[in-house]
Each structure stands twice: as C-alpha cells, then as structure tokens.
C-alpha cells in the first residue's frame, strides 16, 4: 500500500521556526510536493522536491531524503496567517503526475 | 497563479437526487485534471483523474457509475453525483495540471456537498 504520514498537530508562537514532517511509503516517486490548505480553503502549492537537500522559498523551505523516504517543512518567523493544514503529497504514479496525499498536520500559531 | 473556479460552492440535496458540480480553469488550459474529496478534518482523497476527451480514469474504491466525470474542454470538468446518499456528504475539490509544471496542481476552492 501506499502511506504518507504527518504528525497531527502542531503549535507554535509568532516569530518562531516549526518543522513538519512527512515520510512515506508509495510505490512510485517522482517527487515531494507541499501544500497548506486553510480551513474551508483550497490548497495551494507551497514547494516540491525532486532531488535530495533543501529548497528555499522565502520563509519556506523543504528539505528531502529519497534514500530515507522522508521530508520536512521548515516554516520560518512564523506569523498568525500561517495557521493552516499543511499535507505533503508524492507525485509518483505514471504519466499522469498524480498526488497521493499526506495525512495533513493542523499548525496552530499562537501569539 | 493559475484561477480556478468551482460552482456551486455548497449544495444542500435530498438523497436520490444528482448533484452536479462545474470546475473551470478561467486563466489557462489544461489537459489534465483531478478531482479529491474530502471529509472534515482529514486529507484529501483522489477520486479520478481525467483528460480532455477521453475516459476518466478512477481510483480503486471510487465508483465510476457514481461519481460521472466529464472533462468537456480544456477550461471545463463536471462531477456529477448520481443517487446521493448522506455518506456523500463531502468536501469535492478539483484541480489542474497547466502543462508549465509537471508537478504543481492549482485547485478550486471546492464544493460543500450534503446530502439529507
């Protein structure tokens, strides 16, 4: 089968640094992708990882392991507004570049 | 980015009925597009994946005689919920490939499904 597990839920204050992770186990890969989704929203695209080591967007970045089926988030000076559902996503089942997606981890940022 | 439209945004049907739901790409074209479902507080569940002019290709578990996808254009995909039942209750949202990325999807903003 194919899984891709997140922590549930994770707190933080403004101004700091949080990690989510994701590890997963599919039957393709072609890559790791991020979204954040607020609550009734749509989700929308955050980064992706093709290859090992980090990648830098702003005050995100996303870092992935392909040998150790895993990959982390690193949201940075965090503010109210990136209190979200952040899902990590493999893209990795033929031609068609479809998304299997993560459990979702519910990021509570608090003053 | 990428606009993508969803109409409606919510309906409210009885059980028996059809539901129909429009997702439009209102900014570029796409060939290929995606619909999810999902149920409060957990992930997003692909249901099928179209391309334009030809069958919808679903994912093991996801009725094909239920959940009717059209993709009629390259702006234009319908999801038709037939003979709804309240465990169908959901949260269906699309999505699109451009073609400028293999890998970014742009998604709708969904439509709240519940059925009575």
């Known amino acids: 089968g194919q899984s891709l597990e997140q922590p549930s839920e994770v707190t933080a204050v403004e101004g700091a640094i949080v990690q989510i992770n994701c590890t997963y186990q599919?039957?393709?890969?072609?890559?790791l992708s991020w979204y954040q989704q607020h609550d009734g929203g749509a989700p929308t695209f955050l980064s992706y990882?093709?290859?090992?080591g980090l990648e830098e967007t702003g005050r995100f970045s996303s870092f992935l392991s392909r040998s150790d089926s895993y990959g982390y988030l690193l949201l940075q000076e965090l503010q109210m507004k990136d209190s979200a559902s952040y899902f990590c996503?493999?893209?990795?089942?033929?031609?068609?570049?479809?998304?299997?997606f993560g459990t979702g981890t519910l990021l509570a940022v608090q003053p | 980015g990428a606009v993508v439209s969803q109409h409606p945004s919510r309906v409210i049907c009885k059980s028996g009925t059809s539901v129909k739901i429009e997702c439009r790409s209102l900014?570029?074209?796409?060939?290929?597009m995606f619909w999810y479902r999902q149920f409060p507080k957990q992930s997003l569940m692909l249901m099928a994946t179209s391309n334009e002019g030809s069958k919808a290709t679903y994912e093991q578990g996801v009725e094909k005689d239920k959940f009717l996808i059209n993709h009629a254009s390259l702006t234009l995909s319908t999801l038709t919920v037939t003979s709804a039942h309240p465990e169908d209750s959901s949260f269906y949202i699309c999505s699109f490939l451009t073609g400028e990325s293999s890998y970014e999807q742009y998604f709708g903003p969904g439509t709240r499904l519940t059925v009575t």
């Open positions: 996503a493999v893209s990795g089942s033929g031609a068609t570049n479809k998304l299997i």
């Open positions: 990882n093709a290859l090992d």
């Open positions: 900014d570029f074209q796409a060939t290929t």
């Open positions: 599919t039957s393709g890969f072609y890559g």
